[in-house]
């Protein structure tokens, strides 16, 4: 077995298993395979592990900071078990522990001079993770610090570190948690779920957050940013223009400069965009923008150029393999021009001549068809800087269009806000308002003059929707009624009395005093019951003094329909069952002795088994014991 032991201080805080089938990056990439927090120092791909011919290597792929063994500093070594490494703040091990395993000699450490034009600069920056809860109009409701643990979580409970004010949010929604690869999600449960970036976040299943993303529970919408709080204290503090950048690390990320200017591609500054809060001035508000706009041109080729020289800029890497020179198949007269056109570009670049940068860089490429890195980077920063140029002249334009349309809202608002007791409808008011509208529908002042129309209305409506939900509710209560009604046409005494009594306890209004109707009808019906009952029960009278008994009992199980609260009548008809099964019994051992005789058809003026059996289907109730019987005689003949 091979392993690869990551320590920290000397306690371990990973063990790696190497296999030889695939090749094994570390840095702090969270996709790493082996991943190493972001402390200074440490490229996004620091180096890598791999087997080659049958022997185990590591190679540095950053020219960051130096990774030394044995206190020589190395880029590309054959391991052998037990081989230590070093990289502040990490120590590592290889190990090979099994017994058969081929141990390999250390080849030559191979020294590397590094120069600050080749090295990978990684700066420092203290982060803080932040909650944004939005509103749907997009404004920022509440800016919440993830701080003061590892977990937090977010629900509609009192104690919640992210509180969402909303009774269908569960108590205990979801829950942030800081782990070593970051901030991580994770679902608790939830009755209605959680979606981060619209894809619904499964119960127990941990999603890794990255800045920017949404989290959205119900129409409620969270924004996770990671950012630098001191970012624009820092800017601030920059040298002014004219003076040199000294070539040393800075103690904060590139990130965006404002909301107004989007650099070039944002994975080449790597840190979510800071929130720049307001500032009412117009003036101010321009001068600071144009300020950090400036600054931001400048920068941009060093930034730019720096972060070209990380392990993360893999199309560098395939541009000429290291240590090759993308120069050699040009002849020596070949080469001085084009280091002269070059060197010209890196001039025009520092002039602020950007066009004829990029103009001179692209020429150079056509001319010569040669992958030269340096050549790369100079271009990129040419493009970046015209771009960022493009936008600070955009945002100026911007700006003054801003003002002039913030001018005409403040006329047309006041115009049409000096009486608003002349419109009868929003409608009229919006009609008003129209070119405002059509410059800006959400401007606050705007709302301010609509919610005050809104609050002349509000009174009617309310009046309106009374009486409505009014007219309803006693629609309802007709209706529960007429069912009833119908009910009782159909004879079902049970569920109509049922019916009646849902009208007369219902709490819906009852202008048309139906709830006295249905009482009335309910006594009624009571009186109508009784009737009909003693009715049924003078016929099973009558039935069963003419020893009709199946007449008897089929009368009284009518009157149990009636009112199956009446036990006295199934008692009843029991014993009047019980009487026609006696008889029935006796027409059953007739029919069996018939059978006995071989008598079944019957014959010679004598009565057969079927006539004995036919008599009891005839006379007795379906479900008497005999009835059963003698069907099941009659079946086995064939006479069913």
């Given at each position: 077995m091979t392993k690869f032991i990551i320590r920290q201080k000397g306690q371990v805080l990973n063990e790696?298993?190497?296999?030889?089938s695939q090749s094994w990056v570390a840095g702090r990439k969270h996709d790493a395979d082996i991943y190493l927090d972001s402390e200074k120092g440490i490229s996004r791909e620091h180096f890598r592990i791999f087997q080659e011919n049958g022997v185990w290597k590591i190679e540095v792929l950053s020219k960051l900071s130096t990774m030394t063994s044995n206190g020589e500093v190395i880029t590309a070594v054959n391991l052998s078990s037990g081989m230590m490494f070093s990289l502040p703040p990490y120590e590592f091990e290889f190990v090979v522990t099994e017994e058969n395993s081929e141990a390999h000699s250390v080849s030559e450490v191979i020294p590397e001079s590094i120069s600050f034009s080749d090295r990978t600069v990684v700066h420092k920056v203290n982060l803080s993770?932040?909650?944004?809860?939005?509103?749907?109009?997009?404004?920022?409701?509440?800016?919440?610090?993830?701080?003061?643990?590892?977990?937090?979580?977010?629900?509609?409970?009192?104690?919640?570190q992210i509180m969402i004010s909303d009774h269908k949010v569960s108590r205990r929604q979801f829950e942030i948690r800081k782990t070593t690869l970051g901030y991580e999600i994770v679902d608790l449960g939830s009755v209605n779920g959680t979606f981060i970036n619209e894809k619904v976040l499964e119960a127990d299943d941990t999603v890794i957050l990255k800045s920017g993303d949404i989290i959205r529970v119900l129409d409620h919408q969270l924004v996770f940013e990671i950012l630098d709080p001191n970012f624009f204290d820092k800017i601030e503090n920059l040298p002014a223009l004219n003076e040199p950048i000294e070539e040393e690390e800075s103690d904060f990320l590139p990130m965006n400069i404002s909301e107004e200017i989007q650099p070039p591609p944002s994975d080449l500054y790597g840190t979510a965009q800071p929130q720049i809060e307001p500032i009412q001035d117009p003036a101010a508000v321009r001068t600071k923008r144009m300020r950090i706009g400036l600054i931001a041109v400048i920068l941009l080729g060093v930034i730019f150029y720096l972060s070209q020289n990380t392990s993360d800029t893999d199309e560098l890497s395939n541009v000429a393999p290291a240590g090759a020179d993308p120069l050699s198949a040009l002849t020596s007269q070949q080469k001085s021009e084009y280091?002269?056109?070059?060197?010209?570009?890196?001039?025009?670049?520092?002039?602020?001549?950007?066009?004829?940068?990029?103009?001179?860089?692209?020429?150079?490429?056509?001319?010569?068809?040669?992958?030269?890195?340096?050549?790369?980077?100079?271009?990129?920063?040419?493009?970046a800087a015209i771009e960022s140029q493009k936008l600070l002249i955009k945002q100026e334009k911007e700006i003054k269009e801003r003002e002039?349309?913030?001018?005409?809202?403040?006329?047309?608002?006041?115009s049409c806000g000096k009486d608003l007791s002349r419109f009868n409808r929003e409608e009229d008011l919006d009609n008003c308002l129209v070119e405002a509208l059509q410059l800006n529908p959400t401007h606050s002042k705007i709302s301010d003059l609509k919610i005050k129309m809104q609050a002349l209305m509000v009174e009617k409506e309310a009046r309106l929707r009374q009486k409505a939900d009014y007219n309803r509710r006693v629609s309802q209560l007709e209706n529960m009624y007429q069912l009833a009604r119908k009910i009782e046409n159909e004879d079902d005494y049970i569920k109509t009395i049922a019916t009646y009594r849902k009208v007369i306890g219902s709490t819906l209004p009852d202008p048309k005093?139906?709830?006295?109707?249905?009482?009335?009808?309910?006594?009624?019906?009571?009186?109508?019951?009784?009737?009909?009952?003693?009715?049924?029960?003078?016929?099973?009278?009558?039935?069963r003094k003419k020893q009709e008994l199946k007449q008897a009992i089929m009368v009284l199980r009518a009157a149990v329909k009636i009112d199956p609260t009446r036990?006295?009548?199934?008692?009843?008809?029991?014993?009047?069952?019980?009487?026609?099964?006696?008889?029935?019994?006796?027409?059953?051992?007739?029919?069996?002795?018939?059978?006995?005789?071989?008598?079944?058809?019957?014959?010679?003026?004598?009565?057969?088994?079927?006539?004995?059996?036919?008599k009891i289907l005839e006379l007795d109730v379906t479900d008497g014991e005999y009835y059963q019987k003698a069907y099941i005689k009659l079946k086995k003949y064939g006479a069913t």
């Open positions: 790696v298993i190497l296999d030889s993770a932040y909650i944004k809860i939005i509103n749907d109009e997009g404004d920022i409701q509440q800016k919440i610090k993830l701080e003061g643990g590892d977990t937090w979580v977010a629900g509609r409970d009192v104690n919640a280091k002269q056109s070059l060197e010209l570009a890196k001039r025009y670049h520092m002039e602020g001549n950007y066009n004829l940068s990029l103009s001179e860089t692209e020429e150079l490429a056509k001319k010569f068809s040669v992958k030269d890195p340096e050549l790369e980077r100079v271009r990129n920063t040419a493009q002039q349309m913030e001018a005409r809202i403040m006329s047309v608002v006041d005093g139906l709830k006295n109707l249905s009482e009335k009808r309910l006594a009624q019906l009571k009186i109508k019951m009784d009737k009909k009952i003693k009715d049924y029960e003078s016929q099973s009278v009558d039935f036990e006295d009548l199934k008692d009843k008809a029991d014993e009047i069952k019980n009487e026609l099964r006696k008889v029935m019994m006796v027409y059953y051992q007739e029919g069996v002795l018939e059978e006995s005789f071989g008598n079944v058809e019957g014959g010679d003026n004598r009565i057969g088994a079927k006539e004995k059996w036919k």
